[in-house]
Nanobody
Framework: QVQLVESGGGLVQAGESLRPSCECAASVNWFIINTAAWYRQAPGKERELLATITSRGRTDYVDSVQGRFTISLESAKKAVALQMNSLKPEDTGVYYC??????????????WGQGTQVTVSS
């Protein structure tokens, strides 16, 4: 069993920073994060992919966050963080982490965090 536990959302003003994090909690000690990603769902809109990272550290970003957001793997690759700088009101939404995790018993499976609210006021 794997759970992705998110934290680090909140309410900030435009131009400030936040750093949501997503920790992988598993009932087994040994697993591999193949890829991880952060998504955003703004009010009334579909969930949007923002950033991805591979186990080798390759990253990709959607144009709207390129240069402002940084995705990273941490803590022996058992947590994924999203450093968000120069936040704008249009960054408001629920942020979800997603990880493709390999375990010996199940192979590669996608998991989702519960979501964390980010609100940016103007």
């Amino acid at each position: 069993q794997v759970q992705l536990v998110e934290s680090g959302g909140g309410l900030v003003q435009a131009g400030e920073s936040l750093r949501p994090s997503c920790e992988c909690a598993a009932s087994v000690n040994w697993f591999i994060i193949n890829t991880a990603a952060w998504y955003r769902q703004a009010p009334g809109k579909e969930r949007e992919l923002l950033a991805t990272i591979t186990s080798r550290g390759r990253t990709d970003y959607v144009d709207s966050v390129q240069g402002r957001f940084t995705i990273s793997l941490e803590s022996a690759k058992k947590a994924v963080a999203l450093q968000m700088n120069s936040l704008k009101p249009e960054d408001t939404g629920v942020y979800y982490c997603n990880s493709n995790i390999w375990k010996p018993a199940t192979g590669s499976v996608d998991y989702w965090g519960q979501g964390t609210q980010v609100t940016v006021s103007s």
